[in-house]
T-cell receptor
Framework: GAVVSQHPSRVICKSGTSVKIECRSL??????MFWYRQFPKKSLMLMAT?????????EQGVEKDKFLINHASLTLSTLTVTSAHPEDSSFYIC???????????FGQGTRLTVV | AQSVTQPDIHITVSEGASLELRCNYS??????LFWYVQSPGQGLQLLLK??????LVQGIKGFEAEFKRSQSSFNLRKPSVHWSDAAEYFC????????????FGQGTELSVKP
């Protein structure tokens, strides 16, 4: 099956700094990738949809300037958490749709801790 | 509006007992449904999926799920639970007419008693 690689798996950063999370499709091209966020003991909520060659689409309530998404190529999407605060600490996970958009291939996820 | 509901936030079963986790969905078209498992601190692992055809689908780790259109349900079952099955379980529907994003249920935390 298709493989999506997400890095880093864990990151600890200081408040006020920025953190970049990468999501790569290893054996297929992904014109679209989805970014989800999971708060502790909660479900996964879609944050934004990244589109290769165009601006990302953000879900309601997600701060565009805080969560910068770039889809620079057909195999790479990045999420940058800018000016991180402790409340940004979360599990972030990306996914790429499969053929016909009928399934999803997930990255391994990134656990971000802001101290 | 599309939605997925998992009515049980937390379930505890004894090891060796049977398990059923409930999932109800709301979707205007033919649903493509999934069950994922997440161990603490880990990512998502796909247990099984339903696209079409046989309404009883088999997955990994001895899990199965039954799609019932009349009840808008896709319940997950396992005949005999093992201690290693303790984890968080998520039901999801893919919005294939919206690019393939998923809507997840709230999750059910499974605890297994020895």
């Amino acid at each position: 099956g298709a493989v999506v690689s997400q890095h880093p798996s864990r990151v600890i950063c200081k408040s006020g700094t920025s953190v970049k999370i990468e999501c790569r499709s290893l054996d297929f091209q992904a014109t679209t990738m989805f970014w989800y966020r999971q708060f502790p003991k909660k479900s996964l909520m879609l944050m934004a949809t990244s589109n290769e060659g165009s601006k990302a689409t953000y879900e309601q309530g997600v701060e565009k300037d805080k969560f910068l998404i770039n889809h620079a190529s057909l195999t790479l999407s990045t999420l940058t958490v800018t000016s991180a605060h402790p409340e940004d600490s979360s599990f972030y996970i990306c996914s790429a749709p499969g053929t016909g958009n009928t399934e999803a291939f997930f990255g391994q996820g990134t656990r971000l801790t802001v101290v | 509006a599309q939605s997925v509901t998992q009515p049980d936030i937390h379930i505890t079963v004894s090891e060796g007992a049977s398990l059923e986790l409930r999932c109800n969905y709301s979707y205007g078209a033919t649903p493509y449904l999934f069950w994922y498992v997440q161990s603490p601190g880990q990512g998502l692992q796909l247990l099984l999926k339903y696209f079409s055809g046989d309404t009883l689908v088999q997955g990994i780790k001895g899990f199965e799920a039954e799609f019932k259109r009349s009840q808008s349900s896709f319940n997950l079952r396992k005949p005999s639970v093992h201690w290693s099955d303790a984890a968080e379980y998520f039901c999801a529907v893919v919005l294939y007419n919206q690019g393939g994003k998923l809507i997840f249920g709230q999750g059910t935390e499974l605890s297994v008693k020895p």
